[in-house]
Every structure is written in structure tokens, then in C-alpha cells.
């Protein structure tokens, strides 16, 4: 797989409504959703399927669960190298673990879902500051 297969798989979920666990393009999805389903059709292997989570899991847990996930599927990297393609995980603060992501769709911007909103390419803009990590999909050609 390619970085622009990848960018195009997580384009072709724009206008995704937002859906608290859902992953299904066109109908609904969460950021991790979003994620789930791009890693799916790029790779062509489904990834685990969360159990159901609240919308303060990680607040609950005080564990870095969505981190964990992404290290069994994907290839922690520096967040300072992520290109488009990667994934990159954020914190709403930085005492809190990560329950956020998005894809790197080119320098500065990325694909995302978030609740009241449909799936979204956006700048970074503030997100930049909360980047906790970053992973590369492991069969990704350079």
C-alpha cells in the first residue's frame, strides 16, 4: 500500500456523519471508526473490534487503551516524522491518556471525526499541540 492509497481510502470517508462506535462509511463512525475502516480497506485484514466504550472511557481507565490497540496493528513512530497516511493520536489535555485520532492527509492537515460533526479534512490548527502519537501502517511502500 501506498501513502496516496491511504489518503484516498480516509478521503472516501468525508461526510461521514459522526456515530459514537459506529464504523461503517457513508452511514456512521467515531474517529476510531474512522481508523478502523480506512486500516480495513487498505490492508484488507479487519482489525479487533473495540468492546463497547463510553465517551470517558479513557478518563475512567487512566490507561493509554487506544495507544496500546494502535501498537498491536500499526508501527509507533516520532510524531515530528509523521507524513500522510499516519495516524496520529491526541489528548484533550496533557494529564488525560490519548482518545483521539486522525489521519495525516498532507503537511499541516488531517481526516478526522468528531462528535457533532461528519468526517472532516482540517488543518491541525490547535491539534498540533496535543499530538500524544504517531504510527505508520507497517506494509506502507516508501
Known sequence: MSRDEIVAAARGWL???????????????????????????V?????ETPPPYTPDW??????ETLAEA??????EIEPATAEAGDI????????LPAKHAGIVSRPGWMI???D????????????????????????LEE
Do not use: M, S
Open 58 to 63: 479513557a478518563e475512567a481507565r487512566r490507561a
Open 70 to 75: 494502535a501498537r498491536r496493528y500499526l508501527t
Open 112 to 114: 478526522h471525526a468528531h
Open 43 to 47: 490492508t484488507g485484514r479487519a482489525p
Open 116 to 139: 457533532g460533526a461528519c468526517v472532516a479534512e482540517a488543518p491541525l490548527g490547535i491539534w498540533a499541540r496535543r499530538i500524544a502519537y504517531a504510527f505508520r501502517f507497517p506494509d
Open 15 to 41: 461526510g461521514t456523519p459522526y456515530r459514537h462506535q459506529a464504523a461503517l462509511k457513508g452511514v456512521g463512525c467515531d474517529c476510531l471508526g474512522l481508523v478502523r475502516g480506512v486500516y480495513a480497506e
Open 88 to 95: 496520529l493520536l491526541f489528548r484533550w489535555r496533557r494529564d
